[in-house]
Each structure stands twice: as structure tokens, then as C-alpha cells.
């Protein structure tokens, strides 16, 4: 879809609706208007998943999370002055407008200007041990297990890059030789590979300490062992969005009691559940942080992601959470890794 009408929605238009016309164009974007063309609102990915982390069934209205002020201009200008408008404010997005408030169009920064390679470090753990994969990782380190007809690490690393991201760090340990020996420095796949190698065990947070530089722009940190569809562009607009020092992706983790559950009051007896189903979110093992989170990881010393974002918390950093929509598994069990590889060819096939 490239017309800006195809991103066009009325405000009865479900957050599920809505959310298939951002996936379906290159725009991640949706104008809400009335019958008579009326700009009612906007919609970004953003916006729907923080109704998501509000609550809001699918089956709501796209009016409860639409930006209802959206900066727009007047039409009749001249294109260098949009151009400049988008600069100065970063917008993906203009709507114009009529001098009522008639949407006349939707400017879209230059497809090309998008597709720019990004700067942003993508950091890979990688070094673990994969114990509850054996036998198969007792001769290969799990991130070189073929999921389809490649490492999974390799499609992981795809994944980043067909958004943009070309700059990537993996923290080996466990059989390193094979991942750097299949990896080098990324140049065949047409991206830039370096390599931390623990001595130790340091956790997902402990091994950033042994960053060669500091990172000058928000960076990606992720398990070596998820297959994933997110959009990482999405993930980085919205952690810039929010001003977080820190944002974490969580999915929705839905678990059943076996047995009823009662509500009393004193010896009361008030209500009676039957196996109830509860729904939590939990941490999805990607994450964004900026640099200066860097600043509360001890040298060289074993510390875990959850550790260094409590840490953040107690100290009154703004921390986000990005709840995912998107497919999403952890290659943890035989099970899992047996999944994995049934799921490749409808997942990540192209």
C-alpha cells in the first residue's frame, strides 16, 4: 500500500482492525476520520500497545487510544516548508489539512531517508550452555542449532537488519569457536560482527561491562535464543517516545488454577471460580537501553537484566515496558526447538 488513503480508519474501527493496517503498509501509521473527511485523530504502533498495557480488549474502539491532537498543517505551503516542519519535529507523518479541518493528505518521510542504516548497536547473548537441550548441545553451542535451513542466530540477525540495524556485538562463551568461526565479522551477511568473550559467567548484563566502547546511542541487548517477528524499529521509536533510560519487552503470559478459587469474608463464603485463568505479563528477554544505564553495571562482576532494571527503578529511572504482539519463542526445551522448526516456514519464510 502506498497511498495515503489506504491508512485511512473510522473511529468505530477496532485497536485489532487497526493494527492489521499498520502491519499491512510501510507507513506504521493510521489517520482516524469521520464520513466527511473530518481528522478526528491519529494512530501509531505506540499508541496501541500502550491501550495494550492498559488493558484494552483488541475488540475496543480505535477512538479510547488515538492521539486526538496531532500536529498537523494547513495546506497551500510550500513542500521545503513540510519537508523542514518534519525535521525540526521528527515526524514520520504530516497530515494536511483544509482551513475546516478536512484531511487533504498525509506526507510520509522519504522511504529511502527510512531504509538509512542505523547506528544502533545490537548486542547478542550468545555464550550460555543450552542445558536443557541436551544432547544436542553438548557438541553445539544453541545458538548454532539449524532452525529451518540456518543458525538460529543467523535469522535473529536477519531480523535486525531488515530494519536497518547493521552493527552487532555477540558475547560468546560456551564453544565460541564455532559461532565466530560461522560468523567472522559479518561481512557475508552484509553486516559488521564483534565479539565479547567471557572468561566467566556475567549474565546479561554483567558481560555490557566488557564493552570494548561505550555506546553513544540507544542499544538493543537480547537472548541468543529467541525467534521473534517483532518490528525493532517500532521497539526503538518506542523507547525514544517514552524518554526511557530503559525499555523491556514483555509478553502476556496467561495461566489456569486447577481448582476453584473461593472469596470469603471472615467465614463467609461470598463466591465460588472455577479454574479460573489469570494473564500476567512477563519479560520477553529484548530490551533497549541507553547509555547511561551502562553507568549501573558492575565491572566484570555476574549481574542479570532483571538486577540492572530494579536497579533503575529504585533509583527513579524512567522505565517502559513494550508489550509484544508479534510471534514470539524461547528456545528453551527439546519442545520448544521441536516448535520452532515446525513454526519456520510460515513464520520466517519469505
Not at 78 to 98: A, D, G, H, N, T
Not at 158 to 185: C, H, R
Not at 313 to 321: F, G, H, R
Request: proline content about 5%; hydrophobic content about 40%.
Amino acid at each position: 500500500m502506498k497511498s495515503w488513503k489506504d491508512v485511512l480508519i473510522q473511529p468505530q474501527t477496532t485497536i485489532l482492525e487497526a493494527m492489521k493496517i499498520i502491519d499491512a503498509t510501510t507507513m506504521q501509521f493510521a489517520a482516524v476520520v469521520d464520513d466527511n473527511m473530518f481528522l478526528l485523530g491519529t494512530v501509531t504502533d505506540g499508541d496501541i500497545r500502550r491501550g495494550i498495557l492498559k488493558g484494552l480488549p483488541l475488540e475496543s474502539a480505535i477512538s479510547k487510544v488515538m492521539n486526538r491532537s496531532p500536529f498537523c498543517e494547513r495546506e497551500g505551503k510550500k513542500i521545503v516548508y513540510y519537508k523542514k516542519k518534519m525535521r525540526e519535529r521528527k515526524l514520520k507523518q504530516l497530515p494536511i489539512l483544509s482551513s475546516d479541518s478536512i484531511l487533504r493528505g498525509i506526507l510520509f518521510s522519504d522511504e529511502l531517508e527510512l531504509a538509512i542504516k542505523k547506528n544502533n548497536k545490537v548486542i547478542l547473548m550468545v555464550g550460555g550452555l543450552g542445558t536443557r537441550l541436551r544432547p544436542l548441545t553438548d557438541t553445539i553451542p544453541k545458538p548454532m542449532l539449524n532452525v529451518g535451513n540456518k543458525p538460529i542466530l543467523e535469522t535473529i540477525i536477519e531480523s535486525f537488519k531488515n530494519y536497518g540495524f547493521m552493527n552487532f556485538v555477540l558475547s560468546v562463551n560456551y564453544k565460541k569457536e564455532m559461532i565466530m568461526d560461522y560468523f567472522q565479522d559479518g561481512t557475508h551477511l552484509g553486516v559488521k560482527i564483534e565479539y565479547i568473550e567471557e572468561t566467566k559467567r556475567l549474565g546479561t548484563a554483567g558481560a555490557l561491562s566488557l564493552l570494548s566502547e561505550k555506546p553513544t546511542e540507544p542499544f538493543f541487548v537480547m537472548n541468543g535464543d529467541l525467534l521473534t517477528k517483532i518490528n525493532f524499529e517500532q521497539l526503538l521509536d518506542f523507547h525514544n517516545e517514552t524518554n526511557s533510560v530503559a525499555t523491556m519487552c514483555v509478553r502476556e503470559y496467561k495461566y489456569q488454577i486447577p481448582y476453584g478459587v473461593i472469596e470469603t469474608d471472615n467465614d463467609q463464603l461470598l463466591s465460588i471460580v472455577e479454574k479460573p485463568v489469570h494473564k500476567s505479563f512477563v519479560n520477553a528477554g529484548i530490551y533497549v537501553l541507553n547509555p547511561a544505564a551502562l553507568d549501573h553495571v558492575p565491572n566484570n562482576e555476574f549481574h542479570d537484566m532483571p538486577e540492572l532494571y530494579k536497579k533503575l527503578m529504585n533509583e527513579k529511572e524512567n522505565v517502559s515496558a513494550f508489550p509484544l504482539r508479534e510471534y514470539w519463542l524461547d528456545i528453551g526445551r527439546l519442545d520448544d526447538y521441536e516448535k520452532a522448526n515446525g513454526d519456520y516456514k510460515e513464520t520466517f519464510y519469505d
